[in-house]
C-alpha cells in the first residue's frame, strides 16, 4: 500500500532553475518571503546516490519549505534517493518531466518522460512508497507532435493512476529537437487557458500553473481558480516582486516586509559563513544583483560586485562595502525626491 499524503501548500512557489536556485540564492530570497515555497534546481539521481551528498542535498534550515527537484526516469534510483531526500528533512520531492535540453533527454529524463506516462506514475508510485511527503510531478503541456488536449488529459489520467495527485504544469510544449532549452522557454506559445481547462477537467487533482508568471499581481487573476502559481524567470532576474508574497500568503495586508537594504544585511551572516568555508564570495553576490532593479544607483551597485567580487581574496569586505554604497545611493534619491 502507498503512502499517502496531504497537498502541499504550493499557493505561491518560486520554480526549479539550474545554475540558479542554488542553497545562497534560497537563502537570499529568504530574506525577502518567508512563506514561499522554493525549489532546488534539479539534481539527477546518480548524483546523489553516487556523489557528494552533501554538495547536492545541504540547505539551511530558513529555506523550509523547501522542495527538492530529482531528475531521472529509473523506479528503483528516484526511490533511493527519495528516502534519502526524506531523511534529509525536505518538505516535498518533485520529479522533472519538463526539462527539454538534449543532455537531459539523452540521459531519459526531463521531457522525453512524458511521452511514457506509465513509467512516470511508476517512478512516482516508487517514490511515494519511500515518503510520508508530498511527491509531485512537474511537466510540460506537450512535446513535439504529442502535444493535443486529448494526448495531456491521457498523460496526467494516467500518472493520476498511481498515487500522484499534485501536478505543476508549465504552460507550454517542448521541442525535444531543434530548440534550444532558452528557446523552448520563450518560442511555443503561453497557453495558460490549457492548464485551467485541465483544473476543470481533473478537479480533484491539485494543479499548479507555471510559466510566464512575472509578478505576484500576475499571479492573483489565476489563484482560487487553479491551485497556485509558480514565478522562474522574474523571482531570480526581479526578486523583490516576492516582498508581496507573505502578505497575500497570510492573509495580512498589513504585513510588514523588509526593505532592500535589510535584505542584503540578512543575507550578510550567510555569507560570512560560507566564505569562511571557502565558497567564493561572487557564486553568492551573483545572485542579489536584481534586487534593485530599476532604482537610482542599481547600475553603479552591480558594477562594484562584479568587478570586486571575483578575485580570490575577496572577502566580506567588498560585500559590506557594497551594502554602504547601495545604502547611500537609496537615500540620496530619496532626499532629492523631497
Known amino acids: 500500500m502507498s503512502k499517502q499524503h ?11 532553475m539550474m545554475d540558479w536556485t542554488d542553497r545562497h540564492d534560497r537563502v537570499f530570497l529568504r530574506g525577502i518571503t518567508k512563506y514561499t515555497r522554493l525549489y532546488t534546481e534539479m539534481v539527477v539521481t546518480g548524483a546523489v546516490l553516487y556523489g557528494d551528498k552533501h554538495r547536492f542535498l545541504d540547505f539551511d534550515p530558513q529555506e523550509h519549505p523547501l522542495a527538492l527537484q530529482l531528475g531521472g526516469s529509473d523506479p528503483a534510483d528516484l526511490a533511493r534517493c527519495t528516502k534519502i531526500a526524506d531523511q534529509w528533512g525536505y518538505d516535498e520531492i518533485n520529479l522533472n518531466v519538463g526539462c527539454p535540453s538534449d543532455r ?18 511508476d517512478c512516482l508510485n516508487a517514490m511515494q512508497e519511500e515518503t510520508d511527503k508530498p511527491v509531485t510531478v512537474k511537466h510540460r ?17 494516467t500518472v493520476a493512476g498511481g498515487t500522484c495527485r499534485t501536478f505543476i504544469i508549465h504552460a507550454r510544449k517542448a521541442w525535444l529537437n531543434g530548440l534550444s532549452p532558452k528557446q523552448n522557454r520563450e518560442v511555443p506559445p503561453l497557453r495558460h487557458d490549457v ?15 507555471n510559466g510566464g508568471l512575472g509578478s505576484i499581481d500576475e499571479c492573483r487573476p489565476h489563484l482560487g481558480i487553479l491551485d497556485g502559481c509558480m514565478i522562474g524567470r522574474a523571482a531570480y532576474q526581479t526578486p523583490w516582486i516576492l516582498s508581496e508574497a507573505d502578505s497575500l500568503l497570510t492573509g495580512d495586508a498589513a504585513l510588514q516586509r523588509p526593505d532592500r537594504i535589510q535584505v542584503l544585511e540578512r543575507f550578510t551572516p550567510h555569507i560570512k559563513e560560507h566564505l569562511a568555508r571557502g565558497v567564493p564570495l561572487h557564486h553568492m553576490t551573483r545572485h542579489v544583483l536584481g534586487l534593485f532593479h530599476g532604482m537610482h544607483g542599481a547600475r553603479t551597485w ?37
Open 141 to 157: 503541456i506537450g512535446i513535439d507532435q504529442t502535444d493535443s488536449y486529448d494526448e495531456l488529459c491521457r498523460f496526467i489520467e
Open 195 to 209: 492548464v485551467h481547462r485541465i483544473k476543470k477537467e481533473f478537479p480533484e487533482l491539485q494543479i499548479v500553473l
Open 104 to 121: 537531459v533527454s539523452s540521459g531519459r529524463f526531463g521531457a522525453c518522460l512524458m511521452a511514457t506516462p506509465l513509467l512516470v506514475r
Open 6 to 16: 496531504t497537498w502541499p501548500d504550493l499557493r505561491l512557489s518560486v520554480a526549479p
Open 302 to 338: 552591480r558594477r562594484y560586485l562584479s568587478e570586486n567580487t571575483s578575485s580570490r581574496d575577496a572577502g566580506l569586505d567588498v560585500w559590506e562595502r557594497s551594502i554602504d554604497i547601495i545604502r547611500t545611493s537609496t537615500e540620496k534619491a530619496v532626499s532629492e525626491a523631497i
